[in-house]
T-cell receptor
Framework: AQKVTQAQTEISVVEKEDVTLDCVYE???????LFWYKQPPSGELVFLIR??????QNEISGRYSWNFQKSTSSFNFTITASQVVDSAVYFC?????????????FGSGTKLNVKP | DAGITQSPRHKVTETGTPVTLRCHQT?????MYWYRQDPGHGLRLIHY???????DKGEVSDGYSVSRSKTEDFLLTLESATSSQTSVYFC????????????FGPGTRLTVL
């Protein structure tokens, strides 16, 4: 069965602190895809990153970085020098192959509060 | 931004009434999805479609039906709305090829009194 766990329900930090959002997944598929989405207070869902199971390279995009570790089934998201505009709910998602092809499974989300 | 619209954006209805939500895309994408979002549950898949007239159930499909008669439109129907169906509903699409990125519509806030 496909499952995504975001154990951190809510995190509060002060601006300029670094923060890591955890994502642990379960799948039996050998080919799968992992995603992160951001949902700001306005409510829309914004795509941040897509990673396939064969690419374990970490990725950095500005203040955002992602650490994919197959050995621990984790795909963690770090925001460096957080800003108030980073306040949002962040979702991790998983999609697979075979029966799970193009089916997406979401974690319950982590609400990040960045205080000035 | 992916061309996805949802209508209505907000709706208040009464228990027992039928409700239809519409998702419209201009991307000609094959796959379309309906999710509901509730506090503490993230996004849960209701139904999805992999082509015109091809649909399948998701994890929370009870009480919902869908139809897709055209590539661009995916309708979600609550035959007899209940208060437990009060939620925010999101439509999403993915591209033509292999597992592609999923893009979301703006959401519909439904309140069932």
């Amino acid at each position: 069965a496909q499952k995504v766990t975001q154990a951190q329900t809510e995190i509060s930090v002060v601006e300029k602190e670094d923060v890591t959002l955890d994502c642990v997944y379960e799948t039996r598929d050998t080919t799968y895809y992992l995603f992160w989405y951001k949902q700001p207070p306005s409510g829309e869902l914004v795509f941040l990153i897509r990673r396939n199971s064969f690419d374990e390279q970490n990725e950095i995009s500005g203040r955002y970085s992602w650490n994919f570790q197959k050995s621990t089934s984790s795909f963690n998201f770090t925001i460096t020098a957080s800003q108030v505009v980073d306040s949002a709910v962040y979702f991790c998602a998983l999609s697979g192959s075979g029966y799970n092809f193009n089916k997406f499974y979401f974690g319950s989300g982590t609400k990040l509060n960045v205080k000035p | 931004d992916a061309g996805i619209t949802q209508s209505p954006r907000h709706k208040v209805t009464e228990t027992g009434t039928p409700v239809t939500l519409r998702c419209h895309q201009t991307e000609n994408h094959r796959y379309m999805y309906w999710y509901r979002q509730d506090p503490g549950h993230g996004l849960r898949l209701i139904h999805y479609s992999y082509g015109v007239k091809d649909t399948d159930k998701g994890e929370v499909s009870d009480g919902y039906s869908v139809s897709r008669s055209k590539t661009e439109d995916f309708l979600l129907t609550l035959e007899s709305a209940t208060s437990s169906q009060t939620s925010v509903y999101f439509c999403a699409i993915t591209g033509q090829g292999g597992t592609d990125t999923q893009y979301f519509g703006p959401g519909t806030r439904l309140t069932v009194l």
